[in-house]
């Protein structure tokens, strides 16, 4: 038997997809305590991260496995989502948020350029996050480019 699970779940039952979550509550570090509990950041697992993932997606290559993200209610109670009275006023939107800003990182983060043979995959949030993602990433792609900077001249 493999020692890792990824490897006991790829080479002995098969399995063709890892399932990661995404959004992690990380505690915010106190510089004078390491021990001290306060606030949390959500890691992203591609961009700011405090931790390296290329060992991880490298680790999915040569497994030849998929990555695919899904949120638990984790990043409920975060940002907009934070009504202390209603559970889907928290709940709708979440797991759309949640695969947008991974993919988001895992884009802005270099991980798809790195490693561009990944293929990812985002579950439970629907496409529509998806397609406007890509237009904003294109958007800003012509208006901040090289050869358009000039377009953002207050001038």
């Not at 080479?11 to 890892?18: R, W």
């Not at 992690?24 to 890691?43: C, F, H, Y």
């Not at 991880?56 to 497994?63: I, K």
């Not at 406007?132 to 207050?154: G, S």
Request: net charge negative; with cysteine; aromatic share 10%.
């Amino acid at each position: 038997m493999c020692a890792l699970p990824i490897y006991h779940a790829v080479l002995e039952l098969g399995m063709k997809v890892a399932m990661f979550g995404s959004m992690i509550p990380r505690p915010v570090e106190e510089p004078d305590d390491p021990a001290a509990t306060g606030p949390v950041w959500l890691d992203v697992l591609g961009l700011d991260s405090a931790h390296d993932y290329d060992p991880v997606w490298q680790r999915c290559v040569e497994l030849g496995i998929s990555p695919s993200f899904h949120a638990s209610g984790r990043g409920q109670g975060f940002g907009l989502r934070a009504s202390p009275s209603n559970f889907a006023y928290n709940h709708i939107g979440h797991f759309a948020a949640a695969d947008e800003a991974v993919c988001k990182a895992l884009f802005f983060g270099g991980v798809t350029r790195r490693f561009p043979q990944l293929r990812f995959a985002f579950l439970e949030g629907g496409v529509a996050w998806a397609c406007q993602l890509l237009h904003d990433i294109t958007e800003h792609w012509e208006l901040r480019n090289a050869d358009a900077l000039h377009r953002t001249d207050p001038r």
